[in-house]
């Protein structure tokens, strides 16, 4: 049947892009009993590729000896325990795996380390989670509950403060976190609840108990990832209670930095490098103590310093563009490989067409490409039979380009102009650039609302469709008006405003992002 | 799909009943689905030409004589004479048998049968007679006409019946039936008039609609003509085609693409015919024409017959409903039909179920079900789960609205695009935006959707009012309240709380559109962060201009009942602070480009997580650029003893991306500072900020002037440029923009230096200054401090003392009036035996053993709230001095005097070694910043910190490094 050609090779296309998406490897990356790792860093661009030509953008989801931080209350005071943190993912995925549905396990180790960890202080904690996952079109439900192997509970903790040992017990304790997470084209977001109540045996056959209640906000992009708990903990002793709020947080990000060379005899001048740095802190705040810890410090903070890697990118020769008022722009996209090619044929003031944006764009913020869409099918000629599968008409799978607007278009960036044509040779207006800007961040949400004005004098040129996500963008500050007050819709877009409004995007996934997921949070107790 | 085109007619009929304006559709997935292309022939040229007669027009039989030639029935050179067909002239039987042989393709087998006749016999006949004699003796030869078949003379009606019976039941036999029930034949007039030879035939042909007569008479023995002989072969249809291979196709030519590729010498173009098939399927018919250096073309073409008019596949346009004959073997596209421009239609009908493999919608309609085709591109199947595309939104077809309406748009009755329709309307309600709400005239003004302003009046008594609270998620406000209002709490609300800026549900008066009968509101926030740089206090509200992080800036009205929390406890506003970090929840909405109305709902203040925390003086060393860490050498910490804390280099992190540099008052880029200043004598201040992933460098400020650090002192001018001038020192001070102004923990600017500011000021040049920390003056007179006789306590509440002692600087003042005191949970007791407790969990009573009756405690009060309880001694013994060290449960004082009881003169201990130390414990009254610091946290005081030290045992030979017990420690 003729049909199912068409139909195959377009799920191929989906399922590659959906199961590409390394996101999940990351959740959970600072456990989630309130300690904070080292984080998992952001792949380096070289073993990124090394990685996507190995396991087709599968990332490893098992993180070993990562440097870990916790604050111990079960005594009532505050006490650091330095030691490492253990990640492994068993990935119930493969044969006959159901995409829409299945479990996997996770098991964490915590565990004292000879080199950091104090004296007289102590953590070992080895609790596995069995996680069972739906899908449900972009989004994911995932659910962890202590994994049992027949009556045995998987989990197992000691704790030794030197004010004495205590025992988990684990048939009266219980641990659940349930997380949703959202797949937008750039960013997958996400957000869970965790509850936890410990059952601890003390010494003289005493218990504690602490609860840990609390949400989950993170996210993953490939500029920058944090994921951050807001949690609330009550501490249950013989002597008295505590209660605390903490909010550990680990936020990875990669940033560019120029190098200038010193030597003149150099085929280049200079070049970026592109470095992954990570920040995890956590910040608590006793709200409520025993009175005999009258006088100690209600607020604290730890945290775990990285050591940063780094990686020199391309240094093409941009020399025709040197002193251009968009030269830096250009110059960083060009390192980052969001534009290619001979530099000479990126004339910043000619324009830039819609398959050109759209392909800065997929490369900007890596968008999984379909291996399937890599290598087309040979042109029609002649009086050939052509049996292609195409989206658009005017959308051929023989351009080179091809794969970077089948990715865009499947990630329901662009849906062609509304005439069923995609027009991807057309100049890009710039209220389409806005627009596919913003969709990449997948927060077309924020711009819900019944209101058709925005704060541009020439609002009213925008195009009806447009007026939603441009609004988005506005609001959260992707774009502003001009000095006139003038956001210019219909407009043609230029290379050089296309390279700074990309830069501008990536800016945004580095910083803006990352802080309303950080500081935003931590600095402000709910 | 049959039992679709049943329906079919029923399906056009129940369409007029909904009339609908009818668009041109476009068919968005012509080029996306799925195909099969049909070349064009070599051939089809040359047939063209010999189908092009002048005598034929567009009348009949036109259309049946084209089609004959194109798919081969007819031969090419039919024409009698030049370019005429002369379709009433009559046939002969010879001619009959020719083309009825031909049409069954049988002319190779008759040429070469009469090509061996003519070896054999040794004739020498004319090519006529050759081609003649081959038709008839092969006829014979397969006993389509009988040997004694007269070959000359016009053939008549019942012969060609026969002959055409017999050709096909030589060739393919299945299609006629040998031994029929006559019941056509006997159907006739005239069937009497038929050769009882001829009456099998006669019935199969007309049950096959292939001769039909006029449907009452036969007319057996009449003459044939030329033109209703090629009707005879049009109407062979279904077997003429499978006798050939062929397949007759009906579609709407729906996209027309093309393309050429140029080489040296050679040239290939094309032209692509998309042609969307009645079950939804689409063919391409492909016109292609190849240039070889030689002469030589290459054309493949189709015949196009367009009613009368004779051509190519270029004939073709978009919209025509064509019928085509393709050879399915060869893939190739033998002649095509244009019958009519498609039909566009809508209809509007219940879902009732979509099948993606049969790729059929069916509606429910009057309790009928219709069964629509779906192009294929409407349907698409990911991750084993099936889509379809429903107002250009792909849709699971799972969770379709079935049992709700849609609208189907149909072009030749395929389905090319669904639209949701939904159920009849029961409630008028509609969505909009607040501008304006006036509930004292009772009228509001509202924004909708499309940008119309309008207003609406209202009886506030008589109206139901909801607004959703952005803090209320609980099922409370759940909508089965106003169902069954009996049911359960609703928060009450009324006109007055919707506020400009809300989004709005109404639902107008029966009958009067202009009223507002219910209304249900929501705010439309946004989480605004930033800094505070201006307050502005006004009688009822303040007015706070907020920075932003992107560095816009903007001013906000706080009212005087928004609320306000700090480190997720309620403050007042008089607590918020120049330099503070805040996050507003503002209700905000454009009402017309450039005009904003905004208002804040909430506010919140950070503590002290972007605070200063440190300042650091040094020079620069460099940099460690991969791992983001400013080096310093000489680096010393800004304390209140001045610079403390040297280390030959330390290292600040600058992993953040928002650092200012400064050189004098010139903002400079990191790469500038590092290039001027590295390995320099200029003097670099560095505010390091509190973060949550530990401390981080925000402001580089480099001086080259000589330095001098000025005692702290209080500010008692300003001048409200930056300068600003101090108590003790002659002439003002100026900043500038990298003047590092640390106000309470706060980066400001030296805009932010007000009169009564206890500063203290480091000045690089003469009048600069490069740091101004800003503190609270130290202080304790605020401390209310009594000794304290108890006579009876009630548990809990409150105690009574029947005389006290308040402590005026280092004096006690008695007074014999009899107090009382209130207790709480926050009430502290500090016993000697270092117990730290609530008073409600100490033995603080007047009965039992442990009663507290007579005894007398130091306490602090808060009016007439005690606020700590020290179980201590009276401390009547004074001595003053600075703190230069601090130990554990220890503070070391230098320049000590000791006050004299007796002479009242205040003493040192020794010229050379005047220092002396202080044992602190859990029951030390330790205060400062008017504020009792708990024993715990006694890293609170500061070296350089000036003490007053209360005992009650001084000893008599002073000694320098002398120990006494603190009772009560005041830094002042």
């Known amino acids: ?526 | 799909m049959k039992i679709f085109r049943r329906f079919l007619a029923f399906v056009l009929a129940a369409l007029m009943v909904l009339p609908l304006a009818t668009p041109v559709f476009a068919d968005d997935f012509i080029l996306v689905d799925a195909n099969r292309t049909f070349t064009g022939r070599a051939e089809a040229e040359a047939l063209m030409e010999s189908a092009n007669f002048d005598d034929l027009g567009a009348n009949w039989p036109a259309e049946a004589v084209v089609r004959g030639i194109a798919l081969g029935a007819l031969s090419g050179d039919a024409a009698v004479d030049f370019r005429n067909f002369r379709p009433n002239d009559n046939m002969t039987r010879q001619e009959v048998v020719n083309t009825i042989m031909r049409a069954m393709g049988l002319s190779g087998q008759a040429s070469a049968r009469g090509a061996e006749l003519v070896q054999q016999t040794g004739m020498w006949p004319t090519a006529q007679a050759m081609v003649d004699l081959g038709y008839s003796v092969l006829a014979m030869d397969m006993g389509i006409i009988p040997a004694d078949f007269m070959l000359w003379g016009n053939a008549s009606r019942q012969e060609v019946a026969s002959i055409l019976y017999n050709a096909v039941m030589a060739v393919a036999s299945g299609h006629f039936n040998a031994a029929p029930a006559l019941v056509q034949v006997y159907n006739l007039a005239d069937w009497r008039d038929i050769d009882p030879l001829y009456l099998i035939a006669v019935e199969n042909i007309m049950a096959a609609n292939i001769m039909r007569g006029d449907g009452l008479y036969f007319s057996p023995r009449n003459n044939v003509t030329r033109g209703e002989m090629a009707q005879v072969l049009s109407n062979l249809d279904t077997i003429f085609l499978d006798i050939h291979g062929l397949e007759r196709r009906t579609g709407t030519v729906a996209e027309i693409t093309g393309g050429e590729l140029v080489q040296t010498g050679q040239t290939q173009s094309w032209q692509n015919f998309h042609v969307r098939l009645g079950d939804g399927s689409v063919d391409i018919l492909q016109f292609s024409e190849n240039i070889y250096p030689s002469p030589q073309a290459e054309v493949l073409d189709a015949v196009v017959f367009n009613f009368g008019q004779i051509g190519g596949l270029e004939l073709l346009e978009i919209n025509h409903t064509i019928e085509y004959f393709v050879h399915l073997e060869t893939n190739t596209v033998w002649y095509v039909n244009i019958l009519h421009y498609a039909v566009e239609d809508s209809v509007e009908g219940q879902l009732f179920a979509l099948d993606a493999a049969e790729m059929t919608v069916t509606l429910r309609f009057n309790g009928q079900n219709l069964i629509f085709s779906l192009v294929d591109g409407l349907v698409t199947t990911l991750g084993g789960n099936n889509y379809v595309l429903m107002d250009q939104i792909r849709e699971n077809i799972a969770t379709l609205p079935f049992g709700q309406n849609v609208r189907l748009y149909l072009r030749n009755n395929v389905v090319i695009q669904i639209s949701f329709v939904g159920m009849p309307v029961l409630v008028d309600e509609f969505r909009g935006l607040v501008l304006e709400n006036n509930p004292d005239f009772g009228y509001m003004v509202l924004m909708n959707a499309a940008g119309q302003r309008f207003s609406m009046r209202y009886y506030s008594q008589e109206m139901m009012v909801q607004r959703l609270s952005h803090w209320d998620h609980g099922w409370f406000n759940s909508y089965i309240g106003q169902i069954f209002p009996t049911f359960g709490f609703r928060p009450t609300n009324t006109i007055g709380d919707i506020v400009p800026g809300d989004i709005v549900f109404i639902r107008p008066e029966a009958g009067e559109a202009a009223v507002i009968s219910a209304i249900s509101a929501i705010s439309n926030y946004i989480m605004r962060y930033g800094r505070i740089v201006t307050i502005v206090h006004h009688e009822d509200h303040m007015s706070i201009l907020l920075e932003r992080e992107d560095g816009q800036t903007a001013w906000h009205e706080i009212m005087g009942n928004t609320f306000i929390r700090a480190e997720g406890r309620p403050i007042a506003a008089g607590a918020v602070r120049v330099g503070d970090w805040v996050r507003l929840l503002v209700n905000e909405a454009v009402i017309a480009p450039g005009h904003m109305i905004s208002s804040v709902r909430e506010m919140a203040v950070e503590g002290d997580a972007r605070h200063i925390s440190n300042i650091v003086r040094g020079n620069l060393v460099g940099i460690n650029a991969m791992q983001n860490f400013l080096q310093i050498e000489h680096a010393q910490v800004l304390s209140q003893a001045g610079w403390t804390n040297f280390n030959d280099i330390r290292q600040l992190s600058i992993a953040n991306n928002n650092i200012a540099y400064y050189y004098n008052n010139r903002r400079i880029t990191r790469d500038e500072a590092l290039r001027q200043f590295r390995l320099s004598p200029a003097t670099v201040y560095i505010a390091l900020e509190n973060h949550f992933a530990g401390e981080r460098v925000t402001m580089v400020s480099f001086r080259t002037q000589r330095e001098e650090r000025l005692p702290a002192d209080t500010v008692i001018a300003s001048d409200g440029g930056g300068g600003f001038q101090l108590a003790s020192i002659a002439g003002p001070i100026n900043t500038d923009s990298g003047t590092i102004v640390r106000r309470h923990g706060r980066l400001v600017s030296g805009l932010d230096i007000f009169p009564g500011d206890h500063a203290s000021v480091v000045l690089n040049g003469a009048g600069m200054a490069a740091v101004i920390d800003i503190t609270n003056r130290p202080d304790t007179s605020a401390l209310q401090i009594m000794r304290a006789r108890v006579t009876r306590v009630w548990d809990g509440e409150s105690f009574r003392v029947a005389s006290m002692s308040q402590l005026f600087g280092h004096n006690w003042v008695f007074s014999p009036v009899e107090r009382e005191f209130a207790i709480d949970s926050r009430t502290m007791y500090l016993g000697p035996d270092g117990s730290v407790n609530s008073v409600l969990d100490a033995n603080f009573i007047t009965y039992t053993e442990e009663t507290v009756f007579d005894q007398v405690f130091t306490i602090v009060t808060d009016g007439s709230r005690a606020t700590h309880i020290f179980e201590a001694a009276f401390a009547n013994r004074a001595a003053r001095g600075t703190i230069y060290a601090i130990e554990d449960g220890q503070v070391r004082l230098r320049d000590v005097t000791i006050q004299n009881p007796v002479t009242n003169r205040w003493d040192i201990i020794s010229i050379a070694n005047n220092t002396m130390a202080v044992n602190l414990s859990s029951n030390t009254l330790i205060g400062r910043d008017n504020a009792v610091v708990p024993f715990a946290a006694m890293q609170q005081l500061q070296i350089g910190d000036e003490v007053l030290v209360m005992t009650n045992n001084i000893p008599a030979a002073r000694t320098p490094g002398m120990e006494i017990n603190g009772l009560i420690v005041l830094v002042d």
């Open chain 1, 1 to 526: 049947m003729k049909r199912k050609i068409s139909i195959t090779i377009f799920l191929a296309a989906l399922l590659a892009i959906i199961f590409a998406t390394p996101a999940f490897a990351r959740v959970g990356q600072i456990g989630f009993f309130g300690g904070i790792t080292e984080g998992v860093r952001l792949p380096l661009t070289t073993e990124q590729m090394i990685a996507d030509a190995n396991t087709g953008g599968q990332s490893d989801a098992n993180f070993r000896n990562m440097f870990y931080t916790e604050i111990i209350w079960l005594d009532g005071m505050p006490t650091e325990f330095e030691g490492l943190m253990n990640m492994t993912v068993n990935n119930a995925r493969g044969r006959g795996a159901n995409p829409n549905f299945g479990t996997r396990t996770v098991r964490y180790e915590i565990l004292p380390s000879d080199i950091i960890t104090a004296d007289g202080v102590s953590l070992e904690r080895d609790i596995t989670f069995t996680v069972t996952w739906r899908r449900e079109g972009n989004q994911v439900i995932e659910t962890y509950t202590v994994a049992r192997t027949g009556a045995r509970i998987r989990w197992a903790e000691t704790i030794t403060t030197p004010d004495g040992t205590f025992e988990l017990i684990p048939e009266l304790s219980h641990f659940e976190v349930s997380i949703i997470r959202d797949i937008t084209p750039g960013v997958t977001y996400y957000s869970g609840n965790i509850s936890m109540r410990a059952v601890y045996a003390a010494a003289d056959g005493e218990t504690v108990i602490h609860y840990l209640t609390g949400k989950i906000y993170g996210y993953v992009s490939a500029w920058s990832a944090t994921e951050t708990h807001r949690l609330d903990g009550l501490v249950i002793m013989p002597t008295g209670e505590i209660h605390y709020s903490n909010v550990p947080s680990v936020a990875v990000s990669k940033e560019l930095q120029y190098s200038l060379n010193e030597p003149t005899l150099i085929s280049f001048f200079g070049n970026y490098r592109e470095i992954t740095t990570n920040q995890s802190g956590l910040n608590f705040v006793i709200n409520t103590m025993p009175a005999e810890f009258y006088g100690r410090p209600t607020t604290g903070r730890a945290t775990i310093s990285s050591f940063n890697r780094f990686e020199q990118l391309i240094a093409p020769n941009l020399n025709h563009l040197r002193g251009h008022f968009a030269y830096q722009d250009i110059r960083r996209l060009f390192a980052m490989e969001v534009i290619t090619g001979n530099p000479n044929h990126f004339v910043p003031n000619q324009a830039v067409s819609r398959a050109e944006f759209m392909t800065m764009l997929a490369r900007a913020v890596k968008l999984p490409l379909d291996p399937a869409h890599l290598t087309p099918p040979p042109p029609p000629r002649g009086n050939r039979p052509v049996q292609i599968f195409q989206i658009f008409p005017d959308l051929w799978p023989d351009r080179p380009d091809y794969a970077y607007l089948r990715a865009i278009n499947d990630a329901g960036i662009a849906q062609g102009r509304g005439d069923g044509h995609f027009h991807p040779d057309q100049i890009i207006y710039r209220e389409e650039a806005y627009v596919l800007t913003l969709r990449v961040l997948g927060l077309s949400n924020l711009g819900l609302d019944p209101m058709p004005m925005l704060p541009y004098v020439d609002s009213y040129r925008i195009s009806a469709w447009a007026l939603n996500d441009i609004n988005a963008a506005t609001r959260i500050g992707l774009i502003a008006p001009d000095e006139d007050g003038m956001l210019h819709p219909q407009e043609y877009l230029t290379k050089a405003q296309a390279a700074a409004l990309i830069n501008r995007l990536i800016e945004y996934m580095r910083h803006e992002l990352i802080r309303d997921y950080t500081e935003n949070i931590i600095n402000f107790m709910n």
